[in-house]
């Protein structure tokens, strides 16, 4: 069954995943804030009024974010202590959080039969886990005061499967399911939960993760400056699910009904 939420009606503020917001006086903090879509979204919603905290590893990247936002603290998400710090520093200065990003994550691009299973904790300690550490210390503050929003940024991983992205597919899809059964946990208490789904996205994400540079193209991608304003347009309207593009729209719906297509055109664009 497609779900309404995950197809937004097209309309002037939406073919562009362009829109002016305000948050003003919100308290934003995002997770892997350092470069790509977490950069973006950290700037964005500075741009549109908010005080943003971002968060990273790069000490080099966190400088030069600091000059960018109101705070930037060094935190790693597979590190409980390590969140509980990043946390309590930002809250001492910023005040509770609003709005938290869980955008920390990493890539893996293997055939599985090279896949140990010590590749599959480590992405699986990252891209879910890490978001269950930071939403597990934000929560409980948000449902107190009876108002806030998770934004969780997957990808179409998320939705359908890709060769040579086992670990990966698998660390998104069990973040997908999560946030599902979070979102209808929380939302009687005044909380939201968005996930958003992008594409292929102009970012250092796929050297990092291994990709052969033949199959990086970002001719074909969108930018982060795009997911960051859609992700913006989807705390505003509170969606369940938002998948960036009317391109990953389409291929979404095709997915879901003619399945054999999808799988036909993947083979035909990675043999």
Not at 31 to 45: D, L, M, Q, Y
Not at 89 to 96: F, K, Y
Not at 220 to 241: E, F, G, K, P, Y
Request: glycine share 8%; aromatic share 6%; hydrophobic share 45%.
């Amino acid at each position: 069954m497609v779900c309404r939420e995950h197809y937004p009606t097209q309309g002037a503020t939406l073919r562009g995943e362009k829109t002016i917001h305000d948050f003003g006086g919100k308290v934003v903090f995002v997770s892997g804030a350092t470069s790509g879509i977490g950069w973006s979204v950290a700037k964005a919603f500075q741009a549109n009024g908010a005080r943003v905290v971002g968060t990273g590893r790069d000490q080099d990247r966190l400088a030069m974010l600091a000059q960018e936002i109101d705070l930037a603290f060094t935190m790693d998400v597979t590190d409980s202590q390590s969140v509980d710090i990043a946390l309590s520093a930002a809250q001492d200065v910023v005040g509770p959080i609003d709005i938290l990003v869980n955008n920390a994550g990493i890539g893996l691009f293997r055939e599985w039969d090279s896949t140990d299973v010590s590749d599959v904790q480590r992405v699986m300690d990252v891209n879910m886990m890490g978001v269950v550490r930071l939403t597990k210390a934000v929560l409980p503050g948000m449902i107190a005061r009876g108002h806030g929003t998770i934004v969780q940024v997957a990808s179409v991983a998320a939705r359908r499967g890709y060769p040579q992205h086992t670990a990966y597919c698998a660390s998104k899809h069990a973040l997908l399911g999560w946030s599902r059964a979070l979102r209808k946990e929380v939302a009687p208490k005044g909380v939201g939960v968005t996930v958003v789904c992008p594409p292929a996205v102009d970012t250092p994400f796929f050297a990092r993760a291994g990709a052969p540079e033949s199959m990086i193209k970002p001719a074909a991608m969108i930018s982060a400056d795009r997911v960051a304003s859609a992700l913006m347009d989807a705390v505003t309207r509170n969606q369940r699910c938002r998948i960036v593009g009317r391109r990953a729209r389409l291929l979404d719906r095709i997915d879901r009904f003619a399945p054999s297509a999808m799988d036909q055109l993947q083979r035909w664009k990675h043999r």
